[in-house]
């Protein structure tokens, strides 16, 4: 088993950054591929980055790219999500979720690839 907790989110003004980690119990992170998903009120859960398991490639959504990063810490089990230049669209509750035993050299916001999620942050950006 593999237990997810996010953490990190918040309010914060327009412009400003946040870091959500993704931090892992119960099992390692180390061979999981592990994606950032995020809900705002009223819509579908989107895709907005991901990370392989061997943190070789990463994948960002186009209206995250340029202002999110993506990374992992081994170590600590865990994975980063560095958003910059928050906006008031970016509002939403943001979910991690793993695919344990995953070597693919790519990663994917299919949902139904990941066999593990947290249960979210919240994140609140005003104008």
């Known amino acids: 088993q593999l237990q997810l907790v996010e953490s990190g989110g918040g309010l914060v003004q327009f412009g400003r950054s946040l870091r959500l980690s993704c931090t892992a119990s119960?099992?390692?992170?180390?061979?999981?591929?592990v994606g950032w998903f995020r809900q705002a009120p009223g819509k579908e859960r989107e895709g907005v980055s991901c990370?392989?398991?061997?943190?070789?490639?990463?994948n960002y959504a186009d209206s995250v790219k340029g202002r999110f990063t993506v990374s992992r810490d081994y170590a600590k089990n865990t994975v980063y999500l560095q958003m910059n230049s928050l906006k008031a669209e970016d509002t939403a509750v943001y979910f991690c979720a793993a695919k344990r035993y995953d070597f693919s050299s790519e990663c994917t916001f299919r949902e139904s690839t990941y066999d593990y999620w947290g249960e979210g942050t919240q994140v609140t950006v005003s104008s």
């Open positions: 990370i392989t398991s061997g943190a070789s490639n990463t």
């Open positions: 119960a099992s390692t992170l180390d061979y999981a591929a």
